[in-house]
């Protein structure tokens, strides 16, 4: 529960932030430092094309800075995430948000110099001058995007407003992890506990099906009752995108997202006419869900109860670092030698506490350094998931961080989730191996479903709930609070067969959309889907022990953004625009159900 005092964690479970900057001082020193040097890039504007040596100089000297951001802004960035409650740490990531915006604003000539110049030339230096080397991708960029591109002085127009642009994320973050009023209930037993964010995520779970009733109507009513606030949040969300869309001359939201990565539409599209296709075996598993927590109805507040109520699999730190290194064997030596690092350097920061962020997530942005991770662990088997899908995205940007340079080393979302889901393929397999009983392996291949159900059939669901909301500010309808409620609850009802009676659906539920952060990271929740699709693929080469296969995901994680996110996915051996990473995930699935079906027939 996050009502422990940080001062009462043990400091082996919190990062070691010095390992970035020894101190705030010192940091503020960096920063200053970093904000003079921002004006010197103008030297180069209107000269960028002159020599390829000129060019270079510019580039290095971008890159340089930009990488001084980056660390900089993963430190104030993490300082804010221990305590959202703590303003001169908020304040410290706001500066480094204004000084980002600086920076986009003066580099904003570079774009538009580079194609007004003469492309024979731009051909010349690039085979030339060795030095530009780890910017032709860069450059090969720009030249894609020149139908997109504007003028330099609009350029920096749109790049000065980079801060405004972060002003509904940024108020939906400090709204939902520390001013909002989140309600207190009384459980079944007398207790009572406070529903914050990471509070609610765990109690929701509870095996009294009265107390996780109330728990999930009491939360998701309090946030309607905020439904104009949130509304007008995520309008503003929407409005930026739709701006920024036609101010580059997209069709669409959806397309400019997409074009960023060079990911065809038809893939966004494409995943979710194929998973509405497949929501006959999401069915199967509602109804097995339903079979197992013995209940006549299955309503929306029994998605997370556990499958076998008996069981209970709780795992202190230690014993999930043993289990995930174990687990993980697979991948070989330098990989679990850079895992006992984060475990033992204190990477990570493990506990929760009063006003810190929830939820989990890995951060690779301090280059020169090594990943930090923020979890808020409680000891269950979700939690030892979770440590292994977090060490996922830490090795992810470890092996780039280490392999490619500075500009290359930065991945795309789209490939981003690929390593963490692995990871938990793998964790599932090695439990599945090392675990007695039946009541225990049905308990870990409902984990394995619960997986498919929360990253590809849940995050689909908002997938196509974000697509629908951005046609909505397309067509010019209002995107308000009741509004947005109505259409989440209504895709809501279709993907879980409430009309069909395989899941009721309460009305309640159409607030949910109101405490997921996702949505202020725009076209960002599909990526969990196609990623936990290529990962299937890859785990199930990965498993099989076959060298090749280990060496092309390796040599995948120290890619980075060398290629696009596609082509990266095709040389590890998935091809994410066909069908087929879908049809294997929805066989795997089937699979492991007929093998709790034949489980529970034998009980």
């Not at 001084?68 to 410290?92: C, I, K, N, V």
């Not at 929407?238 to 920024?244: A, N, P």
């Not at 394995?448 to 629908?468: C, D, H, N, P, S």
């Not at 996702?518 to 990962?535: E, G, I, L, R």
Request: proline letters at 4%.
């Amino acid at each position: 529960m996050q009502n422990r005092s940080r001062v009462s964690i043990e400091e082996k479970y919190k990062w070691n932030l010095a390992d970035i900057y020894p101190s705030d001082s010192v940091w503020q020193t960096a920063k200053d430092k970093v904000a003079s040097e921002i004006p010197t890039l103008a030297q180069y504007h209107g000269r960028l094309m002159s020599s390829a040596g000129t060019l270079s100089d510019a580039l290095d000297r971008m890159f340089a800075i930009s990488k001084e951001l980056s660390r900089l802004s993963t430190y104030a960035g993490l300082l804010a995430d221990q305590d959202t409650r703590d303003g001169r740490h908020q304040s410290m990531r706001q500066e480094m948000s204004e000084l980002r915006s600086s920076f986009s604003t003066q580099v904003a000539y570079v774009a538009p110099e580079i194609l007004s110049g003469d492309r024979a030339a731009l051909r010349r230096f690039l085979d030339s001058e060795p030095r530009l080397t780890n910017y032709r991708f860069y450059i090969e960029e720009i030249l894609r995007g020149a139908t997109h591109t504007l003028s330099e002085k609009e350029e920096k127009i749109l790049a000065s407003s980079g801060q405004l642009a972060r002003g509904p994320g940024n108020a939906f973050a400090i709204l939902s992890n520390a001013d909002f009023p989140y309600p207190t209930v009384t459980l079944s037993d007398g207790t009572s506990a406070k529903l914050d964010q990471s509070t609610y995520s765990d109690l929701r779970a509870l095996p009294n099906r009265t107390d996780r009733e109330k728990v999930m109507s009491v939360f998701l009513n309090s946030l309607g009752s905020f439904s104009g606030t949130f509304g007008a949040l995520i309008n503003g969300e929407v409005q930026k995108e739709l701006f920024y869309s036609k101010a580059r001359n997209y069709p669409s939201s959806l397309e400019m997202a997409l074009d960023g990565p060079n990911i065809p539409v038809s893939v966004y599209q494409h995943l979710i006419d194929g998973v509405n296709k497949n929501l006959p075996a999401f069915h199967r598993y509602l109804k097995l869900r339903q079979r197992m927590l013995g209940v006549d109805k299955l309503h929306y507040y029994d998605l997370y109860a556990p499958l076998v109520p008996s069981l209970k699999m709780e795992y202190t730190p230690e014993e999930a670092q043993k289990h995930v290194l174990a687990a993980l064997a697979p991948l070989g030596p330098n990989y679990l030698s850079v895992l006992e690092k984060a475990f033992s350097e204190r990477w990570i920061d493990l506990m929760p506490s009063e006003g810190k962020r929830s939820g989990g997530y890995s951060n690779g942005g301090a280059y020169d350094v090594h990943p930090y991770v923020l979890m808020n662990y409680s000891g269950k088997y979700i939690d030892l998931s979770t440590l292994a899908h977090e060490m996922g995205h830490t090795l992810h940007s470890y092996y780039s961080n280490k392999n490619q340079p500075y500009p290359l080393s930065g991945y795309e979302i789209f490939v981003a989730e690929v390593a963490s889901t692995l990871n938990e393929s793998l964790l599932n397999d090695y439990m599945l191996k090392n675990i007695q009983g039946p009541e225990a392996r049905l308990s870990l291949l409902g984990n394995y479903l619960e997986g498919i159900k929360g990253t590809v059939f849940r995050q689909v669901q908002f997938a196509e709930f974000e697509m629908r909301l951005h046609e909505m500010a397309q067509k010019g309808q209002p995107i308000v609070g009741e509004a947005v409620a109505r259409l989440f609850l209504e895709i809501t009802r279709k993907y879980y067969g409430h009309d069909q009676g395989v899941c009721i659906v309460d009305d309640y539920v159409a607030h949910e959309w109101s405490f997921i952060p996702h949505f202020y990271s725009d076209f960002y929740v599909y990526q969990y889907a196609t990623s936990f699709t290529a990962s299937e693929a890859l785990a199930a080469k990965v498993k099989t022990g076959d060298p090749a296969a280990i060496n092309r995901f390796l040599t995948f994680l120290g890619s980075g953004g060398s290629k696009y996110p596609v082509d990266l996915l095709k040389d590890a051996g998935v091809d994410m625009t066909t069908d087929e990473p879908l049809n294997l995930t929805i066989q795997s699935m089937n699979r492991t159900m007929d093998e709790m079906e034949r489980l529970l027939a034998a009980r």
